[in-house]
């Protein structure tokens, strides 16, 4: 299966740990791609507060860009992992005026250069950004956000959880989804969502 994320979002990041959970109870295999919220929401209307937001959100998708281009597809995963821990689990996604600092703390536990922070700050990875975006939003649409899922030639927008399933648990909910997501005609199950996104 595959999944496309931005380190900056927070529900992105719930669905990928529910789905390293999925993978002990499940047969699956995860591919990491990345998808870029400012490039989402270039040409929408939204809030200013939250277009700056989303303005340095590109920087740590640029990183991994870079980190998938000189390392391989499997350095996506355990940077997405160390990125995702220090920007929501250790709530460093507040500290913006020090993100520089938190991509390069992430890279180095990735095993990974600090150099590669360099990136942040260059457009030479955003073609490579936009083609993985574009992969991914292509499969759902437009009206969607992160993450995307996408099993075999099944693709759908989330789940938009906001906890980390686990054990069987994690595997029945798994179950649903692959279930009801497999019919051609269903399209959206939607409700009021009334909790924030709980990273423990």
Same mark, same amino acid.
């Given at each position: 299966?595959d999944l ?15 789905? +390293?959970?999925? /993978? ?5 295999? +995860?591919?990491?791609?990345? %998808? #870029?919220?400012?490039?989402?929401? &270039?040409?929408?209307?939204? @809030? /200013? ?8 959100? $590109?920087?740590?998708?640029?990183? !991994? ?35 520089? /600092?938190?991509? /390069? ?7 990974? &250069? ?7 700050? #260059? ?13 991914? $939003? ?8 992160? @993450? !995307? $899922? ?21 595997g029945r ?8 997501? #497999? ?12 909790? %924030?996104?709980?990273?423990?």
């Amino acid at each position: 299966m595959d999944l496309w994320f931005d380190p900056f979002c927070p529900f992105a990041w719930v669905t990928s740990r529910w789905l +390293i959970e999925v /993978e002990k109870v499940r047969p699956i295999d +995860i591919r990491w791609h990345i %998808m #870029s919220l400012n490039v989402l929401n &270039e040409d929408k209307d939204v @809030p /200013e507060a939250y277009r700056e937001q989303i303005a340095r959100a $590109i920087e740590p998708v640029r990183v !991994v860009a870079a980190a998938r281009a000189k390392h391989g597809d499997q350095a996506v995963g355990p940077l997405y992992t160390e990125l995702g821990t220090r920007l929501h689990n250790e709530r460093q996604i507040k500290r913006l005026g020090k993100l520089r /600092e938190t991509v /390069e703390e992430a890279l180095e536990a990735a095993g990974l &250069e600090r150099e590669l922070a360099d990136a942040m700050d #260059s457009e030479e990875f955003d073609e490579a950004v936009r083609e993985s975006h574009h992969e991914g $939003i292509g499969l759902v649409g437009q009206e969607v956000g992160t @993450p !995307v $899922i996408r099993i075999g030639d099944n693709a759908f927008f989330g789940p938009v959880i906001t906890k980390i399933y686990r054990g069987e648990e994690a595997g029945r909910l798994w179950d649903g989804v692959v279930a009801v997501t #497999s019919f051609d005609e269903f399209f959206e199950l939607k409700r009021s969502r009334t909790k %924030m996104p709980a990273f423990g």
